[in-house]
C-alpha cells in the first residue's frame, strides 16, 4: 500500500455513491435487524444504500496504517470503508479505531470527559447542553402560550400559533414536507414538527 495508490482510490469514495452496510448492522433484512441474522450464521447481504461522503482527508500512512478524517452526512458507515478501501487498494481493510470529532453543530469541544461523570460533578452541571440549544440547523417558530399548549398535545399549529420564525414554512404549493423546531416564549424547546403544503405545522416529536 502507497500514498500514490490511495490518493489514486480517494475519489471513488467522496460524493454520493451506493455503499453496502456490514453484515453486523442495524440495517433491517425482512423486518430482522442485519446483526441478529449475522449472528445466527444466516447468509446476510444489506441492500446497498445511498451515502454522502464531502471530503476524506489522508492524515497519516505508515506500514499497514492508514489514518484518515472523513467528512459525511448521517447513515455512513466507516467500517465499510475500511474494507471497501482495502479491497479497492488489493490488500484487504479492517476498522481499528474511529474518533467521532463533530456531531451536527457539537464538536469534541463540547464532550466531557469520563473523569468528570462522577454523580454530582459540579463541571458535569455545567457542562450540560440545553435542549434550546438543540438543532440549530432548523428552522425554528416561536409559538405564542396557546400554541405551545396546542403542540403539547399533538394538535397542529397555524400562522396564528406563532409569535416569530425564522424560516420560510409559510404554505408553499407542493412544496415538500420540512422539519421546524417549536420553541416557546421561554426559549425551550417544545418540540420538533413537520410543515405540510398547506403551511400548518404538525408536531411529531414533543418535549413537554
Known amino acids: 500500500m502507497t500514498g500514490a495508490a490511495v490518493e489514486a482510490a480517494i475519489p471513488a469514495f467522496t460524493g454520493t455513491f451506493l455503499q453496502n452496510p456490514p453484515p453486523f448492522s442495524a440495517k433491517k433484512i425482512g423486518g430482522v435487524r442485519a446483526y441478529r441474522l449475522a449472528r445466527r450464521r444466516t447468509p446476510v447481504t444489506p441492500q446497498a444504500v445511498e451515502v454522502t461522503v464531502h471530503a476524506l482527508e489522508v492524515v497519516g500512512l505508515a506500514a499497514d496504517r492508514l489514518r484518515c478524517r472523513v467528512t459525511c452526512e448521517p447513515g455512513f458507515y466507516m467500517r465499510a470503508l475500511a474494507h471497501d478501501l482495502g479491497r479497492a487498494l488489493g490488500c484487504g481493510g479492517c476498522l481499528e479505531s474511529l474518533r467521532r470529532e463533530r456531531s451536527g453543530p457539537f464538536e469534541l469541544a463540547d464532550a466531557v470527559p469520563p473523569d468528570a461523570l462522577a454523580p454530582g460533578s459540579p463541571e458535569l452541571v455545567d457542562r450540560v447542553i440545553p435542549p434550546s440549544r438543540l438543532l440549530a440547523d432548523l428552522p425554528g ?12 398535545h399533538g394538535n397542529a399549529l397555524t400562522p396564528a400559533d406563532v409569535v416569530s420564525n425564522d424560516g420560510d414554512w409559510l404554505p408553499l404549493a407542493g412544496a ?11 426559549g425551550a424547546l417544545v418540540g420538533i414538527a413537520e410543515r405540510d403544503a398547506e403551511g400548518l405545522l404538525h408536531p411529531t416529536i414533543v418535549l413537554v
Open 141 to 152: 417558530a416561536v409559538l405564542t402560550e396557546h400554541g405551545s399548549r396546542r403542540a403539547g
Open 176 to 186: 415538500d414536507r420540512m422539519r421546524v423546531r417549536l420553541v416557546g416564549r421561554d
